[in-house]
């Protein structure tokens, strides 16, 4: 049935560039997300809560940052990827930083979920639809 309030939430960042240390709160925007070919990457994403919005809140506020303080995902940016292959290799080789990035992050972020619902004693979730865009040589 209808609800009278929202559990979901969105972020949209069409400007995202990682690069921000360890413990940083901040994404930078702006000219900084452009690539070399001029184009820029970007972050969307929609968390759908489950059992109250807490859930959805932390994911809104703490997945780009975690995601933006990845070094192997700042390192696929063209200004500073060195090592970064192909398209064609990264299919032959099974290599893919971002997915392990998402990967990654999406575990961290749920760690802190579950460590701040336990806590609370609470039972929230969510689920989450993510977009990101990255630059390629």
Request: net charge negative.
């Amino acid at each position: 049935g209808m609800r009278q309030y929202m559990e979901d939430r969105h972020v949209v960042l069409p400007r995202f560039l990682p690069d921000i240390p360890k413990g940083g709160d901040r994404v930078l925007l702006g000219n900084a997300g452009l690539c070399g070919d001029g184009s820029r990457g970007s972050y969307c994403a929609v968390f759908d809560g489950h059992n109250g919005a807490h859930a959805a809140d932390m994911a809104a506020k703490r997945l780009h940052l975690l995601m933006a303080s990845d070094e192997a995902l700042g390192a696929w940016y063209p200004d500073r990827a060195k090592d970064v292959p192909s398209s064609g290799e990264i299919v032959k080789e099974g290599y893919c930083p971002v997915g392990s990035s998402l990967e990654r992050n999406f575990l961290e972020l749920d760690r802190e979920i579950i460590r701040e619902t336990r806590a609370q004693n609470t039972r929230d979730g969510c689920t989450a639809l993510v977009l990101l865009q990255v630059c390629h040589k």
